[in-house]
């Protein structure tokens, strides 16, 4: 047995006294380290790189409620900034009827009641799809739309302000940008790549507000830390001296702190850390797409690339907050999570609006440049009807994706699609060209009425216009006149028609403060009628 020594013998008197200040210095580290774990500044041993004096707070107010409930120790799957919240969210539930999703897109488009009624249907049936029973819900495709019609008609503004009331990712891209594998262009699959990018963003912008308030007092700690260095903490205790200089530092601190936030220190410039812009990353080509992601060489190696670098910038006060709270609202958010999200939705409620897909229509006995149109067809026909594309965040289904498409149709026509893509779009919704009481209605009755933009754009200048119902009138009959004598532009001729009508206000809104101008048919016709009657004019200028 291994020997034990004997007791320690009783200290005496001046021993103890020799260690009591030395055991009193001891407790006081302790408390001190206890008192930085319960402020948050205290993380695995060591303190967080950065965090001075008041930092703790944002840290701790970041941790109180974040953490999903239940006991820490059994929730190590989870991070500490994530919420228990459902990362498979789409359409809101509380979505609109058909009948006042047309009432919400007449807001904005004058006319096109089939257009609309097709595609408030459409969504209303994604609310619908969602509350079936998975397996069910799995096997009902959308319908996807293919609307007709001359251009500047509304079928671009139709499928934009849908997605805006869906909340949805939306994506518009030209069908002439692609191009038949082996051809110089764009991959067909590129859009749904760009479809997911841009839900990754929604969905990035909507977790970043709600974290914004907790990033921007972060980001006013360090401000003040850079304002006002912090006092060193001594370990050992301190002397009433230097409690009493801690204690004005603090009072400085709060002084600081309500100049900053009344913007009395917007001039100051100070100096911070930015993480510097990385080069444009390459990526390693896997398989024959050109555009297809393999291994993104970027986020492997980011050092490489400059990603993980800092340089010192000086700032103002504003811009400088501005950097951090984006910088700490990065960090409470969880990138994985936003990215299952975002991949959902786009799955489950994404939107690609595919423009003139007419012009990849065959037509009988083309030759030369058209080659290669009936094999983008082709192309397009998988992702329309349902295929699985690499992203570099993941696989993403194309089944329940919605595409509507529009084509005016001019020289081709629908038929002139190949035939399984012609029944891929079951829905097919002719939209009617614009006449002059159309355009009177679109200049006056929407919320985003150009009479109405004018009108505030000139108002900044001091100038007030004043639309009288003869001149709205007059100016819709010469757009009306001009489309019918040159090409039909739709409600496009009236962007080109009231620059020419404000073009002198325009140029000399600065010099004509508190001035009032009415519009009214005598203006219109002085400053457009020789134009629209001479045809060679109206060609050229509107």
């Known amino acids: 047995m291994a020997h034990r020594p004997a007791a320690a013998p009783p200290r005496s008197d001046d021993d103890r006294r020799r260690r009591e200040p030395l055991v009193r210095a001891l407790g006081q580290r302790r408390s001190h380290r206890a008192r930085r774990w319960r402020d948050g500044d205290w993380v695995g041993g060591a303190v967080r790189h950065g965090r001075r004096q008041g930092a703790g707070v944002a840290h701790a107010a970041r941790a109180e409620g974040d953490r999903g ?44 009641a089939a257009a609309k009624r097709a595609v408030a249907i459409a969504l209303r049936n994604r609310i619908r799809r969602q509350k079936l029973a998975p397996e069910l819900a799995e096997e009902v495709a959308p319908k996807n739309i293919l ?8 079928k671009t503004e139709i499928a934009r302000r849908l997605a805006r009331l869906a909340h949805s990712p939306f994506l518009k891209i030209e069908a002439s940008k692609f191009t038949e594998v082996g051809y110089v262009g764009r991959d067909v699959e590129s859009m749904v790549r760009d479809l997911v ?171 030369g440049p058209d080659v290669s149109r009936e094999g983008v067809q082709r192309d397009i026909l998988p992702i329309v009807e349902g295929t699985t594309v690499n992203t570099k965040y993941g696989m993403v289904k194309t089944d329940h994706i919605l595409f509507v498409a529009a084509g005016a149709f001019h020289v081709s026509k629908p038929s002139d699609l190949i035939p399984e893509l012609q029944g891929r779009f079951p829905i097919r919704v002719e939209l009617e060209a614009l006449g002059e009481a159309d355009f009177v209605r679109i200049l006056t009755e929407p919320k985003n009425a150009l009479v109405k933009q004018y009108a505030a754009l000139l108002a900044t200048e001091g100038v007030t216009i004043t639309f009288e119902e003869s001149g709205i009138r007059r100016v819709a009959e010469f757009a009306t006149m001009v489309n019918e004598r040159t090409e039909n532009i739709g409600a496009r001729r009236l962007h ?47």
């Open 147 to 154: 609307m007709i019609g001359p251009t500047g008609v509304g």
């Open 69 to 112: 409930g239940g006991d820490g120790d059994h929730r190590r799957h989870l991070y500490l900034h994530q919420r228990p919240r459902d990362d498979r969210r789409t359409v809101n539930d509380t979505a609109l009827t058909p009948r006042q999703i047309v009432s919400e897109l007449d807001k904005f488009v004058v006319g096109q």
């Open 197 to 367: 990018e841009i839900s990754v963003k929604m969905e990035r912008d909507a977790r970043e507000a709600e974290v914004r308030d907790k990033a921007r007092a972060a980001a006013e700690e360090r401000v003040l830390d850079l304002l006002l260095p912090p006092l060193p903490v001594s370990y050992g205790g301190e002397t009433p001296d230097q409690i009493s200089a801690r204690e004005q530092a603090q009072r400085t601190r709060e002084k600081l702190r309500e100049q900053l936030r009344g913007g009395k220190l917007d001039e100051k410039m100070v100096e911070i850390e930015v993480r510097e812009r990385g080069f444009p990353s390459f990526e390693v080509i896997q398989g024959g797409s050109v555009e297809e992601i393999g291994i993104n060489m970027k986020d492997m190696l980011p050092g490489m690339f400059g990603g993980g670098r800092t340089k010192q910038r000086k700032l103002r006060v504003p811009e400088a907050i501005e950097q951090l709270t984006a910088e700490e609202a990065g960090k409470l958010v969880d990138m994985e999570s936003i990215a299952r999200a975002a991949l959902h939705r786009a799955e489950q409620s994404g939107i690609i609006f595919l423009d003139e897909i007419d012009k990849i229509a065959g037509r009988e006995g083309s030759q």
């Open 496 to 542: 080109t028609v009231m620059e020419k009508l404000l073009d002198e206000i325009s140029f000399n809104a600065s010099e004509m403060d508190g001035v009032t101008v009415v519009i009214d048919a005598a203006y219109v016709d002085r400053m457009l009628a020789d134009i629209v009657r001479n045809e060679d004019l109206s060609r050229y200028i509107l």
